[in-house]
Every structure is written in structure tokens, then in C-alpha cells.
């Protein structure tokens, strides 16, 4: 097989690449300069592909990990000296972005959807001046509850990156 080292770069440094640029650019410009409607729309396209590049790079950067130019292979990623500075913190990247994809986005989604019905029921936007109804009070909750959560996620995903980063920093010569 070629030389994986090459692969193992590249995947890490998109990997950190997306994860920096959409957390920390792409989602507040977009933020600060889209109306709420375009934001959403843009958002609800861009977390998909987003989370999927979260969930399968730590795997391809797992996968493409190496000693000496040889593949470790999972029982080498499993191996002691492996699991703490290589394994677990990809593997928490993994089902990090495992999470955000398929149980805060969907049900993100669904609040989102929700919250565009009591908007019809009330003729008013969620994220109009106040007052609000009951109703939407409690689906803006629930989404700035999702929200967070997800965003935490997000950091825990980004933070496992990095520190994975330190221990790739380290084998360099």
C-alpha cells in the first residue's frame, strides 16, 4: 500500500480545517449578515454536510494513522500506548459528529418546524420583539437548549481534534 502519512495529514488538516472555519467564520459572518430566514436556510444546508465530514474524518484520519510510514491497523490504534493520545480522542470526534448529525440536528429540525407553525398560528416571527405566546416561549427554549447543546458538541468535537493534533504534533520529525 503507498505511504498512508500523506492521506493522515491531509484528512487531519481538513478535518481541523472545517471544524475551525465553520465554529469560529463561516457560522457568525453568516449570522451577522444574512436575514433569519436566508441564516436558516443556509444553516439547515450546510449542517449535513458539515456533520458528515465531522463524523467520517476522525475515521479516515484513524484509519490512515501510522508509525514509521506502516499502518497501525485497529489493533494498533488499540494498542496502550495508542488508545488515550490517538484512539479516544478521534473516536470522540466520530461520535461526536455521530450525534450532532443524527440526534440534535433532526430534532433541531423538528423544533424548527414547529416554531414556523406557531409563527402561522400566532402571525408573529419567533425572533420578533416580544411578547410572545406560551407556546412559542417554550419552542424557543427548546431549540436554545438544542442549540446549545449542539454547539457544546460541537466543542467537544473540535477540542478532541485538537488535542489529537498535539499528539500528531509530537511524531513529527
Known sequence: MADPRPYHILSYGTLLGVQVFQTFVSGIV???????PQFSALQTATFPVYFSLQSALPVVVALTSSTG???NGIS???APENRFGTFLPLATAAAAGLI???ILRPLTVNVMKERKHQET???KKSYDPAPHSKE???LNKKFGR???LSSLVNMVTLAATVCYGIVLSKRLS
Open 30 to 36: 453568516a449570522f451577522r449578515v444574512l436575514p433569519r
Open 69 to 71: 510510514g506502516q499502518l
Open 76 to 78: 494498533g490504534l488499540l
Open 100 to 102: 450532532n448529525q443524527f
Open 121 to 123: 398560528r400566532d402571525g
Open 136 to 138: 412559542m416561549l417554550a
Open 146 to 148: 438544542l442549540h446549545g
